[in-house]
């Protein structure tokens, strides 16, 4: 298998295809799960549009800063993901502790996680983001082209015999 810093242009360009399929799939179903009442539900809906739109333009002109933007919305996606777990979580809790304000331990997680939202969906936007820094990891469009002074600045030393 190639490696995908090395030359691996076609592996790089595929797992970015899947990539941007999921995204695309994980906006639809935000949609239709009607994942957009106002405030913190938008984060994942605009973090996707930006993130699909920034794999766009990898996808099709890879360059240093389309290389730079996609990998800045893949870590706010990590971000965005934590955040979301977090959110589903703490809104999980607060439910299960107005219905059974005793709960306590294992079972208030067992039913945080089980809860009515999601508590771990959220996970899939950091695991794109993840996904989308390893797609340009090494990436060659930030190769810097060798200073004709070589490494050290310092003109090439030049010998006769």
Request: glycine share 14%.
């Amino acid at each position: 298998m190639p490696d995908i810093g090395e030359g691996g242009g076609g592996l790089r360009r595929l797992l970015l295809a899947v990539l941007l399929f999921g995204m695309v799939g994980l906006a639809a179903e935000l949609v239709l799960l009607d994942h957009v009442e106002p405030g913190w539900q938008w984060v994942p809906l605009v973090a996707l549009a930006l993130g699909s739109v920034a794999g766009a333009a990898l996808l099709l002109r890879p360059s240093a800063a389309t290389v730079r933007a996609f990998q800045v919305m893949m870590a706010l996606f990590v971000a965005a993901g934590v955040l979301g777990m977090y959110l589903h979580i703490r809104g999980n809790a607060q439910f299960e502790l107005e219905m059974d304000p005793g709960m306590r331990g294992l079972a208030l997680v067992w039913e945080v996680l089980r809860g009515a939202t999601p508590s771990l969906a959220p996970g899939t936007l950091a695991h794109f983001g993840l996904l989308g820094l390893a797609c340009t990891y090494r990436h060659p469009a930030l190769r810097r082209e060798p200073s004709p002074r070589g490494a050290t600045g310092a003109a090439p030393i030049h010998t006769e015999i």
